[in-house]
Protein backbone atom coordinates (compact mmCIF):
# COMPACT_ATOMS: atom_id res chain seq x y z
CA UNK A 1 0.00 0.00 0.00
CA UNK A 2 1.33 3.72 -0.81
CA UNK A 3 1.01 5.28 2.71
CA UNK A 4 1.41 9.70 3.22
CA UNK A 5 2.15 9.75 6.80
CA UNK A 6 2.23 13.24 7.71
CA UNK A 7 3.76 14.44 10.81
CA UNK A 8 6.16 11.08 10.56
CA UNK A 9 9.11 12.56 11.87
CA UNK A 10 7.59 13.17 14.92
CA UNK A 11 7.85 10.91 18.07
CA UNK A 12 4.84 8.53 17.40
CA UNK A 13 4.94 9.26 13.39
CA UNK A 14 8.85 8.10 13.16
CA UNK A 15 7.68 4.66 15.27
CA UNK A 16 4.97 4.19 13.38
CA UNK A 17 6.59 4.90 9.76
CA UNK A 18 9.60 2.18 10.95
CA UNK A 19 6.43 -0.19 11.01
CA UNK A 20 4.83 0.68 8.36
CA UNK A 21 8.20 0.55 5.88
CA UNK A 22 8.73 -2.88 7.72
CA UNK A 23 5.43 -4.38 6.23
CA UNK A 24 6.45 -3.19 2.80
CA UNK A 25 4.27 -0.37 2.45
CA UNK A 26 5.89 2.39 0.37
CA UNK A 27 5.57 5.64 2.31
CA UNK A 28 5.67 9.50 2.05
CA UNK A 29 6.84 11.34 4.76
CA UNK A 30 4.83 14.94 4.64
CA UNK A 31 6.10 17.34 7.55
CA UNK A 32 7.33 20.86 8.40
CA UNK A 33 9.71 19.86 11.38
CA UNK A 34 8.28 22.01 13.93
CA UNK A 35 8.61 19.63 16.48
CA UNK A 36 11.32 17.25 15.12
CA UNK A 37 14.60 16.99 13.47
CA UNK A 38 15.04 15.17 9.82
CA UNK A 39 17.63 13.14 12.04
CA UNK A 40 14.78 11.08 13.42
CA UNK A 41 14.24 9.87 9.01
CA UNK A 42 17.67 9.22 8.66
CA UNK A 43 17.71 6.53 11.82
CA UNK A 44 14.32 5.31 10.37
CA UNK A 45 16.17 4.64 7.10
CA UNK A 46 18.89 3.36 8.63
CA UNK A 47 16.93 0.93 11.16
CA UNK A 48 14.34 -0.04 8.10
CA UNK A 49 17.38 0.58 5.32
CA UNK A 50 14.38 1.24 2.94
CA UNK A 51 13.68 4.15 1.21
CA UNK A 52 10.58 6.54 1.20
CA UNK A 53 9.88 10.02 0.18
CA UNK A 54 10.05 12.82 2.35
CA UNK A 55 8.44 16.59 1.78
CA UNK A 56 8.88 19.40 3.65
CA UNK A 57 5.47 20.89 3.88
CA UNK A 58 2.74 22.77 6.42
CA UNK A 59 -0.73 20.52 6.33
CA UNK A 60 -1.93 23.69 5.90
CA UNK A 61 -0.63 24.57 2.17
CA UNK A 62 -3.01 23.06 0.09
CA UNK A 63 -1.59 23.43 -2.90
CA UNK A 64 1.71 21.67 -1.34
CA UNK A 65 -0.64 18.45 0.16
CA UNK A 66 -2.13 18.61 -3.28
CA UNK A 67 1.31 18.24 -5.65
CA UNK A 68 2.58 15.54 -3.32
CA UNK A 69 -0.13 13.83 -3.39
CA UNK A 70 -0.70 13.59 -7.06
CA UNK A 71 2.70 12.89 -7.06
CA UNK A 72 2.36 10.14 -4.74
CA UNK A 73 -0.57 8.86 -5.07
CA UNK A 74 -0.90 7.42 -1.65
CA UNK A 75 -4.09 4.61 -1.00
CA UNK A 76 -4.08 6.10 2.79
CA UNK A 77 -3.27 8.56 5.06
CA UNK A 78 -1.82 8.04 8.59
CA UNK A 79 -2.28 11.75 10.08
CA UNK A 80 0.04 12.62 12.77
CA UNK A 81 0.95 16.18 11.94
CA UNK A 82 -0.42 18.85 14.68
CA UNK A 83 -0.06 20.69 17.98
CA UNK A 84 -0.04 18.87 20.97
CA UNK A 85 0.53 20.55 24.43
CA UNK A 86 -2.25 21.22 26.80
CA UNK A 87 -0.69 23.99 28.48
CA UNK A 88 0.56 26.17 25.34
CA UNK A 89 -3.32 25.27 23.78
CA UNK A 90 -4.42 27.38 26.36
CA UNK A 91 -2.48 30.14 25.73
CA UNK A 92 -2.84 29.88 22.08
CA UNK A 93 -5.88 28.38 21.49
CA UNK A 94 -5.97 29.77 17.71
CA UNK A 95 -2.81 28.40 16.61
CA UNK A 96 -4.09 25.20 18.29
CA UNK A 97 -7.50 25.32 16.36
CA UNK A 98 -5.37 26.68 12.87
CA UNK A 99 -3.02 23.88 12.84
CA UNK A 100 -5.10 20.97 13.85
CA UNK A 101 -8.36 21.34 12.89
CA UNK A 102 -7.63 23.56 9.55
CA UNK A 103 -5.02 21.33 8.68
CA UNK A 104 -6.90 18.70 9.08
CA UNK A 105 -9.55 20.00 6.98
CA UNK A 106 -7.03 21.05 4.28
CA UNK A 107 -5.83 17.73 4.38
CA UNK A 108 -9.54 15.85 3.65
CA UNK A 109 -10.08 18.79 0.92
CA UNK A 110 -6.92 17.15 -0.74
CA UNK A 111 -7.88 13.61 -0.27
CA UNK A 112 -11.08 14.35 -1.86
CA UNK A 113 -9.23 15.88 -4.72
CA UNK A 114 -7.13 13.15 -5.44
CA UNK A 115 -9.05 10.16 -5.24
CA UNK A 116 -7.95 9.03 -1.75
CA UNK A 117 -10.82 7.89 0.74
CA UNK A 118 -8.87 6.31 3.90
CA UNK A 119 -7.28 7.94 6.78
CA UNK A 120 -6.07 6.84 9.99
CA UNK A 121 -6.36 9.79 12.98
CA UNK A 122 -4.51 10.62 15.82
CA UNK A 123 -7.04 11.18 18.50
CA UNK A 124 -6.32 11.47 22.55
CA UNK A 125 -8.09 9.85 25.12
CA UNK A 126 -7.95 13.66 26.83
CA UNK A 127 -11.42 13.75 24.31
CA UNK A 128 -13.31 11.75 27.04
CA UNK A 129 -12.67 14.42 30.10
CA UNK A 130 -13.57 13.63 33.52
CA UNK A 131 -14.74 10.16 33.84
CA UNK A 132 -18.13 9.29 34.32
CA UNK A 133 -17.15 5.41 34.79
CA UNK A 134 -14.00 3.37 34.04
CA UNK A 135 -12.29 2.29 32.20
CA UNK A 136 -12.98 4.63 29.69
CA UNK A 137 -15.09 2.55 26.30
CA UNK A 138 -15.60 4.61 22.98
CA UNK A 139 -18.88 5.85 23.98
CA UNK A 140 -17.93 7.48 26.95
CA UNK A 141 -19.98 11.08 26.59
CA UNK A 142 -16.83 13.62 25.28
CA UNK A 143 -16.50 16.24 27.00
CA UNK A 144 -12.82 17.50 26.79
CA UNK A 145 -11.68 20.39 29.33
CA UNK A 146 -8.66 22.27 27.22
CA UNK A 147 -8.57 23.72 23.75
CA UNK A 148 -6.11 20.94 22.98
CA UNK A 149 -8.71 18.21 23.44
CA UNK A 150 -11.52 20.26 21.52
CA UNK A 151 -9.39 20.10 18.90
CA UNK A 152 -9.40 16.59 18.69
CA UNK A 153 -13.06 16.20 19.57
CA UNK A 154 -13.81 18.75 16.76
CA UNK A 155 -11.43 16.97 14.00
CA UNK A 156 -13.78 13.24 15.12
CA UNK A 157 -16.43 15.28 14.21
CA UNK A 158 -15.23 16.60 10.79
CA UNK A 159 -14.16 13.31 10.11
CA UNK A 160 -17.07 11.38 10.72
CA UNK A 161 -19.12 13.97 8.65
CA UNK A 162 -16.83 13.53 5.54
CA UNK A 163 -16.83 9.85 5.80
CA UNK A 164 -20.95 10.26 6.01
CA UNK A 165 -20.97 11.82 2.65
CA UNK A 166 -19.89 8.80 0.58
CA UNK A 167 -19.61 5.15 0.86
CA UNK A 168 -16.36 5.27 -0.24
CA UNK A 169 -14.32 7.03 2.44
CA UNK A 170 -13.25 4.95 5.39
CA UNK A 171 -11.60 6.75 8.45
CA UNK A 172 -10.23 4.93 12.04
CA UNK A 173 -10.07 7.41 14.12
CA UNK A 174 -7.37 5.95 17.42
CA UNK A 175 -7.53 7.66 20.77
CA UNK A 176 -4.79 6.93 22.30
CA UNK A 177 -4.03 6.55 26.45
CA UNK A 178 -0.59 7.94 27.12
CA UNK A 179 2.44 7.29 25.03
CA UNK A 180 5.29 6.46 26.19
CA UNK A 181 8.89 4.20 25.58
CA UNK A 182 10.94 4.22 22.50
CA UNK A 183 12.05 1.71 19.46
CA UNK A 184 14.64 -1.06 21.58
CA UNK A 185 17.53 0.15 19.51
CA UNK A 186 17.59 3.46 21.69
CA UNK A 187 17.88 5.17 17.86
CA UNK A 188 14.76 7.12 18.03
CA UNK A 189 12.60 8.09 20.37
CA UNK A 190 10.81 10.75 22.05
CA UNK A 191 12.71 14.70 22.02
CA UNK A 192 10.86 17.04 23.94
CA UNK A 193 11.53 20.70 23.31
CA UNK A 194 12.17 22.67 26.38
CA UNK A 195 11.21 21.00 29.97
CA UNK A 196 9.15 18.10 29.15
CA UNK A 197 5.63 18.27 30.16
CA UNK A 198 4.58 14.75 30.75
CA UNK A 199 5.77 12.40 33.16
CA UNK A 200 8.14 9.63 31.40
CA UNK A 201 10.58 12.10 29.58
CA UNK A 202 10.59 14.16 32.79
CA UNK A 203 11.71 11.11 35.23
CA UNK A 204 14.68 9.80 32.48
CA UNK A 205 15.84 13.79 32.61
CA UNK A 206 15.73 13.34 36.33
CA UNK A 207 17.42 9.83 36.05
CA UNK A 208 20.13 11.08 34.18
CA UNK A 209 20.69 14.43 36.21
CA UNK A 210 19.85 17.06 33.81
CA UNK A 211 16.96 17.84 36.34
CA UNK A 212 16.79 18.26 40.01
CA UNK A 213 13.84 16.59 41.16
CA UNK A 214 10.45 15.59 39.53
CA UNK A 215 7.46 17.54 41.24
CA UNK A 216 4.72 14.70 41.57
CA UNK A 217 1.43 16.68 41.03
CA UNK A 218 -0.89 15.62 44.13
CA UNK A 219 -0.73 12.17 46.39
CA UNK A 220 -4.19 12.86 47.65
CA UNK A 221 -6.24 11.41 44.62
CA UNK A 222 -8.63 8.07 45.37
CA UNK A 223 -5.87 5.81 43.97
CA UNK A 224 -3.77 3.13 45.58
CA UNK A 225 -0.99 5.36 46.78
CA UNK A 226 -2.36 8.72 45.71
CA UNK A 227 -0.80 9.47 42.69
CA UNK A 228 -2.72 10.12 39.57
CA UNK A 229 -3.09 6.62 38.00
CA UNK A 230 -2.75 6.21 33.53
CA UNK A 231 -3.17 3.69 31.35
CA UNK A 232 0.57 3.97 29.68
CA UNK A 233 1.26 2.65 26.42
CA UNK A 234 4.33 1.45 24.33
CA UNK A 235 5.52 3.38 21.53
CA UNK A 236 5.63 -0.11 19.85
CA UNK A 237 2.39 -1.38 20.26
CA UNK A 238 1.22 1.98 19.30
CA UNK A 239 2.89 1.84 16.21
CA UNK A 240 1.47 -1.60 15.39
CA UNK A 241 -2.09 -0.60 16.21
CA UNK A 242 -1.63 1.85 13.07
CA UNK A 243 -0.59 -1.23 11.19
CA UNK A 244 -3.63 -2.94 12.14
CA UNK A 245 -6.03 -0.34 11.39
CA UNK A 246 -4.35 0.34 7.51
CA UNK A 247 -5.27 -3.28 7.48
CA UNK A 248 -8.52 -3.02 8.47
CA UNK A 249 -9.56 0.11 6.71
CA UNK A 250 -8.65 -1.66 3.57
CA UNK A 251 -11.43 -4.42 4.23
CA UNK A 252 -13.89 -1.83 5.71
CA UNK A 253 -15.69 1.18 4.82
CA UNK A 254 -17.31 3.64 7.74
CA UNK A 255 -15.76 5.58 10.91
CA UNK A 256 -14.62 3.53 14.00
CA UNK A 257 -12.97 5.43 17.04
CA UNK A 258 -11.17 3.11 18.68
CA UNK A 259 -8.98 3.28 22.21
CA UNK A 260 -5.66 2.17 22.03
CA UNK A 261 -4.17 1.59 25.43
CA UNK A 262 -3.49 -1.39 27.83
CA UNK A 263 -6.22 -1.41 30.10
CA UNK A 264 -4.03 -1.42 33.23
CA UNK A 265 -2.95 1.72 35.01
CA UNK A 266 0.08 2.46 36.83
CA UNK A 267 1.00 5.35 39.56
CA UNK A 268 3.23 8.01 39.21
CA UNK A 269 5.12 6.65 42.21
CA UNK A 270 5.28 3.00 40.27
CA UNK A 271 6.39 4.70 37.06
CA UNK A 272 9.27 5.89 39.17
CA UNK A 273 10.11 2.61 40.80
CA UNK A 274 10.01 1.00 37.20
CA UNK A 275 12.56 4.13 36.05
CA UNK A 276 14.45 3.69 39.15
CA UNK A 277 15.15 0.17 38.17
CA UNK A 278 15.60 0.30 34.58
CA UNK A 279 18.62 3.42 35.17
CA UNK A 280 19.98 2.12 38.66
CA UNK A 281 19.77 5.51 39.96
CA UNK A 282 17.55 7.11 42.38
CA UNK A 283 14.91 9.57 41.73
CA UNK A 284 14.59 12.11 43.79
CA UNK A 285 10.60 13.80 43.99
CA UNK A 286 8.41 15.88 45.82
CA UNK A 287 4.85 16.36 46.51
CA UNK A 288 3.52 19.71 45.35
CA UNK A 289 -0.29 20.63 44.57
CA UNK A 290 -2.64 18.75 42.24
CA UNK A 291 -2.00 20.26 38.05
CA UNK A 292 -5.13 22.35 37.55
CA UNK A 293 -7.11 20.28 34.58
CA UNK A 294 -5.59 16.49 36.10
CA UNK A 295 -7.79 13.80 36.68
CA UNK A 296 -7.19 10.98 39.06
CA UNK A 297 -7.38 7.40 36.69
CA UNK A 298 -7.02 7.08 33.26
CA UNK A 299 -7.77 3.90 31.83
CA UNK A 300 -8.53 2.45 28.42
CA UNK A 301 -11.64 -0.47 27.93
CA UNK A 302 -9.24 -2.00 24.95
CA UNK A 303 -11.62 -4.49 24.15
CA UNK A 304 -12.82 -2.70 20.77
CA UNK A 305 -9.16 -2.66 19.59
CA UNK A 306 -9.47 -6.60 19.74
CA UNK A 307 -12.68 -7.33 18.45
CA UNK A 308 -11.53 -4.85 15.35
CA UNK A 309 -8.19 -4.90 15.08
CA UNK A 310 -7.11 -8.08 16.31
CA UNK A 311 -4.58 -6.14 18.38
CA UNK A 312 -3.74 -6.10 21.77
CA UNK A 313 -1.10 -4.34 23.98
CA UNK A 314 2.10 -6.58 24.19
CA UNK A 315 4.38 -4.56 26.34
CA UNK A 316 4.22 -3.53 30.43
CA UNK A 317 5.62 -0.75 32.14
CA UNK A 318 8.76 -2.39 32.78
CA UNK A 319 9.28 -2.78 29.41
CA UNK A 320 8.24 0.75 28.58
CA UNK A 321 10.59 2.74 31.26
CA UNK A 322 13.60 0.12 29.66
CA UNK A 323 13.23 1.37 26.30
CA UNK A 324 12.73 5.07 27.74
CA UNK A 325 15.84 5.02 29.64
CA UNK A 326 17.62 3.11 26.87
CA UNK A 327 16.64 6.25 24.73
CA UNK A 328 17.59 8.98 27.37
CA UNK A 329 20.62 7.35 28.15
CA UNK A 330 22.18 7.14 24.42
CA UNK A 331 20.87 10.29 23.54
CA UNK A 332 20.92 13.22 26.60
CA UNK A 333 20.11 15.98 23.82
CA UNK A 334 17.97 14.10 22.03
CA UNK A 335 18.44 14.25 18.15
CA UNK A 336 20.63 17.22 19.13
CA UNK A 337 23.35 14.86 20.03
CA UNK A 338 24.37 14.34 16.74
CA UNK A 339 22.99 16.68 14.66
CA UNK A 340 21.30 20.51 16.23
CA UNK A 341 18.64 22.24 14.93
CA UNK A 342 21.48 24.31 13.12
CA UNK A 343 22.22 21.61 10.51
CA UNK A 344 18.47 20.74 9.49
CA UNK A 345 18.62 22.37 6.62
CA UNK A 346 21.63 19.57 5.22
CA UNK A 347 20.11 17.28 6.90
CA UNK A 348 17.08 17.71 5.53
CA UNK A 349 18.44 18.00 1.72
CA UNK A 350 20.01 14.58 2.76
CA UNK A 351 16.90 13.10 3.91
CA UNK A 352 14.53 14.21 0.87
P1 LIG B 1 5.24 15.25 17.71
O1 LIG B 1 5.17 16.71 17.96
O2 LIG B 1 6.47 14.52 18.06
O3 LIG B 1 4.91 14.95 16.16
C1 LIG B 1 4.08 15.78 15.38
C2 LIG B 1 4.77 15.96 14.04
O4 LIG B 1 3.94 16.79 13.21
C3 LIG B 1 6.12 16.68 14.16
O5 LIG B 1 7.06 16.03 13.33
C4 LIG B 1 5.82 18.09 13.65
O6 LIG B 1 6.97 18.69 13.07
C5 LIG B 1 4.72 17.84 12.65
N1 LIG B 1 3.80 18.96 12.44
C6 LIG B 1 3.21 19.73 13.39
N2 LIG B 1 2.40 20.64 12.81
C7 LIG B 1 2.48 20.43 11.46
C8 LIG B 1 1.88 21.05 10.34
N3 LIG B 1 1.03 22.08 10.47
N4 LIG B 1 2.18 20.57 9.10
C9 LIG B 1 3.05 19.53 8.94
N5 LIG B 1 3.65 18.92 9.98
C10 LIG B 1 3.37 19.37 11.23
O7 LIG B 1 3.97 14.60 18.43
P2 LIG B 1 3.62 13.08 18.71
O8 LIG B 1 3.75 12.85 20.17
O9 LIG B 1 4.32 12.20 17.78
O10 LIG B 1 2.06 13.11 18.39
C11 LIG B 1 1.57 12.78 17.10
C12 LIG B 1 0.06 12.95 17.10
O11 LIG B 1 -0.51 12.13 18.13
C13 LIG B 1 -0.41 14.38 17.39
O12 LIG B 1 -1.53 14.65 16.56
C14 LIG B 1 -0.82 14.32 18.84
O13 LIG B 1 -1.82 15.27 19.14
C15 LIG B 1 -1.36 12.91 18.97
N6 LIG B 1 -1.28 12.39 20.34
C16 LIG B 1 -0.08 12.37 20.99
C17 LIG B 1 -0.02 11.91 22.31
C18 LIG B 1 1.29 11.88 23.04
O14 LIG B 1 1.29 11.70 24.26
N7 LIG B 1 2.43 12.02 22.41
C19 LIG B 1 -1.19 11.46 22.95
C20 LIG B 1 -2.39 11.48 22.25
C21 LIG B 1 -2.42 11.94 20.94
C1 LIG C 1 -1.28 14.77 29.37
C2 LIG C 1 -2.28 15.73 28.79
C3 LIG C 1 -3.18 14.97 27.81
C4 LIG C 1 -2.33 14.28 26.73
C5 LIG C 1 -1.34 13.36 27.42
C6 LIG C 1 -0.40 12.74 26.41
C7 LIG C 1 -2.59 17.38 30.58
C8 LIG C 1 -3.52 17.92 31.62
N1 LIG C 1 -3.03 16.32 29.88
O1 LIG C 1 -2.00 13.78 30.04
O2 LIG C 1 -4.08 15.86 27.19
O3 LIG C 1 -3.14 13.53 25.86
O4 LIG C 1 -0.54 14.13 28.32
O5 LIG C 1 0.29 11.67 26.93
O6 LIG C 1 -1.51 17.90 30.36
N2 LIG C 1 2.85 14.15 36.60
C9 LIG C 1 3.56 14.57 37.71
N3 LIG C 1 4.64 15.37 37.52
C10 LIG C 1 5.05 15.79 36.29
C11 LIG C 1 4.32 15.36 35.16
C12 LIG C 1 3.22 14.55 35.36
O7 LIG C 1 3.21 14.21 38.84
O8 LIG C 1 6.04 16.53 36.18
C13 LIG C 1 1.69 13.24 36.78
C14 LIG C 1 0.37 13.82 36.34
O9 LIG C 1 -0.27 14.52 37.36
C15 LIG C 1 -0.39 12.56 35.91
C16 LIG C 1 0.71 11.62 35.40
O10 LIG C 1 1.92 12.11 35.97
O11 LIG C 1 -0.99 11.96 37.02
C17 LIG C 1 0.84 11.61 33.89
O12 LIG C 1 1.01 12.95 33.42
P1 LIG C 1 1.30 13.30 31.89
O13 LIG C 1 2.42 12.48 31.38
O14 LIG C 1 1.42 14.77 31.78
O15 LIG C 1 0.00 12.77 31.13
P2 LIG C 1 -1.55 13.15 31.37
O16 LIG C 1 -1.72 14.13 32.44
O17 LIG C 1 -2.30 11.88 31.46
Redesign the pocket.
Known sequence: MRVLV????????SHTLLQILQERHEALV???????SPEALRRVRRLTNVDFQVTN????DEDALLRAMRSFRPEAIVH?????SVGESNSQPLEYYS??VV?TIKLLRAMEQTGCGTIVF?????VYGEARYLPYDESHPSQPTNP?GRT?HFIEKVISDWVASRPEFTAVVLR?F??VGAHPSGLIG??PSGTPN?LVPYITQVAAGRLARLRIYGNDYPTRDGTGERDYIHVEDLARAHVAALDYASRFSGCEAINVGTGRGATVLEMIREIEAASGRKVPYEIVARREGDIATSIADVRKAERLLGWKAQYGIAEMCRSAWHWQSRNPNGYDSSHGPENHGALLEEVS
Not at 6 to 13: F, L
Not at 30 to 36: G, I, L, V
Not at 57 to 60: A, N, S, T
Not at 122 to 126: D, F, G, K, L, N
Request: no cysteine; proline share 2%.
Open positions: TGGAGYIGFDNFSNSGDVRFAGLKQNGSSSATYKYNPEHN
